[in-house]
């Protein structure tokens, strides 16, 4: 200030000013430059009095505050100005203005200090809270108290709530985080803290957040603010719950069906729009049904077995081609041609499927999404597929190896039969069984005759192909009915629940014959001879290792005896195994050759004195085992299957004889007939029997069937309605034995039986006064009572006859009228009596 008087103390003043102190005369050019404003600047006073200003402004804000009206503009105001100092360096400083007078002439003054310094806090603040509102993550910016002071936009977007909803609430209770970690949530304040936690939005829907707050400390350490950072991993914390609960559910060993429906399951959880399936495909490129919780089971048992190819829905095309198929619209896309019918009834209107793959790359199993819209995947339904295929890959796999491991434990590698540790122990669950139900069950020890003549001879590969030949074949005799494995070499055993002695050996000789069956191993003609031993439960032991010793010992004698034979443990059965085995094919012959026939014995009306019926009881004499009497014969016939045969030709014959009698004038008033309980088990009885009375020009009155008191405790459901269909042919029933079995009265009510036999063990008793004599009378009234016409079997003597007589009996049978007689004997009788 060289032109103006100044006072001192002023210059002083602005001289010792802490701001930069800069005078401009009205051309802009310095006047005045106080010590502050050369620290400012690092200019000294004389290099800047009488320049232009320009001098301490950055080049490029030069020409811009050139101008009077930018320097009217920021007049009176404090603003920021952008400042180059003499070493080239640029800061900022904040300025005011003001414009004087003195002596008719303006001056401007302007007041500066340096700002660089929070102006660049200012900026970072700006940047950072640009990037705290934009961001996806949630911040929230609390007091010491842990109170909400500030949240971003992130919070809003992610939880719902507004920055004015939030503030003054705890983030804690805002956000419902589980009592647990609430006081955790609290203590934010005063410490560094990280976690995932699950928490709830406005609406009160869970999200998983991976949690991090950092305490703020003013300059004495003490925490001022906390500042948290929530970030959303519910995709990401789903996939890994997926996967753990997975990976558990396999450590755990649960079964592969329950693995696959709890990936369904926590599949549909994450993403509720998709209904998940899983398919196994097995080696024959079939599928079948593992899960599909959402699906009603109809639709998954209706794709039980289908075939993979080139058009079979999106799972089977996939599964055939090996890569994902989308088929977006099931009702159009060709792929769905034969399975649409399934699918849009459901709202099933698109599928995308991928096959499961093992570590060989082969297709084990498909995963797919059904859709209730036509659309495609999304990206979380491609990241929960990507994992699911691995999780479903890797329980197929267990399973594959699990029943891999199976197969080598408990079976045969050779056979593919069970082993001996799993026979044994299929054994002994069997005997378990049988025993509770008090039945029997039979072990059968299979040795194959000369197989190590043959393994010697024709190579240890033919010997192995016969073994699985011998192993085939069993199996198809022993089918459903019992346990067949191998014990080792060629020794084989077969256990057979609910088998009693004759079964036993119907099944040995079937064995014997099935495996005698010519075939060829090797390019020879071989017929394989094997002995088999026998032994039961319980009467030959009572666990699986005695029972298979006896079996063993039982083969040797079978060995040691004739090759390609049986033989039980225990001599008598072995006698009476032959003995029936004899039999049964002397009564199949008997049978086919006309070796049976019939005798007659009458009954007769005490009344009058007339033939009521006769009845035909069969007869055998065999050329060598002499007369065989029914006693034996018809429940070989029962048990051997040979009943219905035998019973056909006695209705046949008997039907024969009558008409034939009926021809040639002779009286005789009906045939009686009887039959076993399992002919009633046909249910073509009644039509055999019209057809035959038919044949014979006979009506249903000229028959009587027989049956046993046995036959009503049948509980075969067949059994009444033949019973049934037989009365309705106009056919009478007869009550055999009656007072020897269980006969309930009301049976006698319920069924259409027209007579009743007393058997003759009552008559044979019957003397006046004796307890028979009750019975007997007791029957008689029973027989009135019920409109049954009542017939005495056995009566020999006339002591009998006279007190059936006395009780009213009205037709007896027995000894004292006539014996059983061939049909021409009986014709004498009539004759006679006439
Ligand atoms: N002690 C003695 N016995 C007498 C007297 N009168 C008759 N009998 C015998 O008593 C049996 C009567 O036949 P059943 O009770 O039906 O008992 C029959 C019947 O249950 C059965 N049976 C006979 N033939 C056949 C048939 O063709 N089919 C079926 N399913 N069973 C038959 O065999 C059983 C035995 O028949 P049979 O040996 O012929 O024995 C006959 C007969 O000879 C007598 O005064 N005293």
Redesign the pocket.
Known sequence: MTDYQTPDVVLQTLEQAIDGVVVLDEDGRVVLFNAAAERLWGYGRDEVLGRDVGLLLPTDVRSRLDTPRSTDAIIGSRSEVPMQRRDGSRRWGSMSISRIEVGGKCFLTAFIKDCTLQRQQREQMDVLSLAANETDNAVIVTDHDGCILYVNGGFSRMFGWTRAQAVGHYPSELLQVPKASAARWRLAGAGLFRGEELVRDLHGHPLWCSVVANPIFDTRGKPTHSVMLLTDITRTKMHEVLQNKVLEALVREEPLVQVMDLVCREVERIAPEVKASILRVDEQGRVHPLAAPSLPQAYSQALEGVLIGPSAGSCGTAAYRGEPVLVSDIARDPLWADYRHLALPLGLLACWSSPIKNSDGRVVGTFAFYYQQCRGPDELHQRLVDLSLHLCALALEREAARAHIRQLAFYDTLTGLPNRALLLAEAEQAIARVEAEDAELAVLFIDLDRFKQINDSLGHPAGDELLRVVAARLQEVVREQGIVGRLSGDEFVVVLPHCGSLLAAQIAERILQRLAIPHSVSGVGLITLASVGISLFPCNGQDMESLLHRADMAMYQAKNSERGSFRFFSEEMNRRAQERMALESALREALANGGLSL?Y?PQVRLDDDRVHAV????RWHHPWLGTI???RF?PLAEECGL?GE??QW?LAEACRQLADWRHRAIDVPAVA????PPDFHDPTLPQRIQALLQRHGLSGADLVV?I?EGLLLDNNPLTRDTLGAVDALGVRLSL??FGTGYSSLSYLHHLPISEM?LD?SFVSDLRAGSAAEALTRAVMNIGRSLELMVIA????DEQQLALLREQGCPVA????FS??LPAGGLEEWLRQRR
């Open positions: 005798h014995q009845e035909a009881l069969a009497p029914p006693n018809i009943i035998l019973s006695v007939v009887n039959l076993s027989e046993t055999d034995d036999k003759r079997e056995g009566v020999e049978q027995g000894y004292l014996r059983p």
